[in-house]
């Protein structure tokens, strides 16, 4: 108590002027139009990017759980693609078909999306890999496809209980079968280990005319990825002399510096596809 009289009776002259300052401030507004008006435009420009703030700071702290929302709504909607797909009459053949028996409304669905977040995960080695949060208790098992909303990732190398190890693109060892959206001619994607935005497809023949910006999708001969998926896009085009195949720099639609959220593939054929090779 003795302190607070101390303070007042010290400050006592600027209470004063703060008090009177006030009021003189609350009449000047209160009293008159256009004072009044340009307080209240101000103390609403004030409050609304205070507010704007902070739903921006909210926002930021909810991406990881939209990230997550999104990514299983994604995953949600492929598979009532391939239901849709399985559905169709009549019966399409090939890497990714599927086989209608109306009579008995049964049908087989190829495949179907889990969707998983990433733990872990680096861009800056030669052996990049990838760890989810999904694993054998979620139905998630090796050599599974993984891909993102923009395209594929990689392949599912190891599996525990609850965490699985994804060799992606961007990991020299990586071979991914891919081929050029126009003209169907085929090969292997690999990475050499410098950019990670960048790959290359290989063993494509001298011969092909490939174009600039031509799209690069899964060929669905490995059965891991379904036919179509997008890979990325031809940058640049060099033919190797020596066995006369090109050489396909292919920019990566995934941005592996920037993923989160992906989706694993489940090929319900894989244990017979495996058995016949």
Same mark, same amino acid.
């Given at each position: ?128 890999? !990838? ?5 054998? =208790?979620? &139905?998630?098992?090796? +050599?599974?496809? %993984?891909?993102?909303?923009? #395209? ?29 959206e126009s003209c169907q001619n085929f090969g292997s994607l690999q990475w050499d280990g410098t950019d990670y935005r960048y790959a290359v497809l290989n063993e494509v023949p001298s011969y092909v005319k490939v174009s600039k910006g031509e799209k690069v999708v899964t060929s669905g001969f490995s059965a891991i ?22 050489? !396909? ?5 995934? =941005?592996? &510096?920037?993923?989160? +959220?992906?989706? %694993?593939?489940?090929?319900? #054929? ?8």
């Amino acid at each position: 108590m003795k302190t607070l009289l101390q303070f007042l009776k010290r400050f006592s002259l600027l209470l004063q002027f703060l008090f009177l300052e006030a009021v003189a401030i609350i009449m000047l507004i209160q009293f008159n139009g256009y004072q009044r008006s340009v307080v209240l435009s101000s103390a609403n420009w004030v409050s609304g990017f205070l507010f704007e703030g902070v739903d921006a700071v909210s926002d930021y702290f909810d991406l990881h759980e939209k990230n997550q929302d999104l990514s299983a709504e994604n995953a949600a909607l492929k598979n009532e693609i391939e239901h849709l797909r399985a559905q169709q009459e009549p019966a399409v053949f090939g890497p990714d078909s599927v086989l209608v028996s109306l009579s008995d409304s049964s049908y087989w669905l190829p495949y179907q999306y889990l969707s998983a977040h990433i733990v872990q995960h680096s861009i800056n080695k030669s052996q990049n890999y !990838i760890t989810l949060n999904k694993g054998t =208790d979620d &139905g998630v098992f090796q +050599d599974m496809g %993984v891909v993102a909303a923009n #395209g594929v990732v990689g392949i599912v190398k190891s599996v525990s209980q609850h965490y699985a190890m994804v060799m992606p693109i961007i990991n020299v060892q990586s071979r991914i079968s891919c081929r050029l959206e126009s003209c169907q001619n085929f090969g292997s994607l690999q990475w050499d280990g410098t950019d990670y935005r960048y790959a290359v497809l290989n063993e494509v023949p001298s011969y092909v005319k490939v174009s600039k910006g031509e799209k690069v999708v899964t060929s669905g001969f490995s059965a891991i990825f379904p036919r179509g998926i997008l890979v990325g896009e031809v940058v640049d085009v060099v033919v190797n002399e020596k066995d006369q195949t090109l050489a !396909i720099k292919v920019e990566l639609s995934v =941005d592996f &510096g920037k993923l989160s +959220d992906v989706n %694993v593939i489940h090929f319900a #054929g894989m244990e017979e596809f495996k058995a016949l090779q």
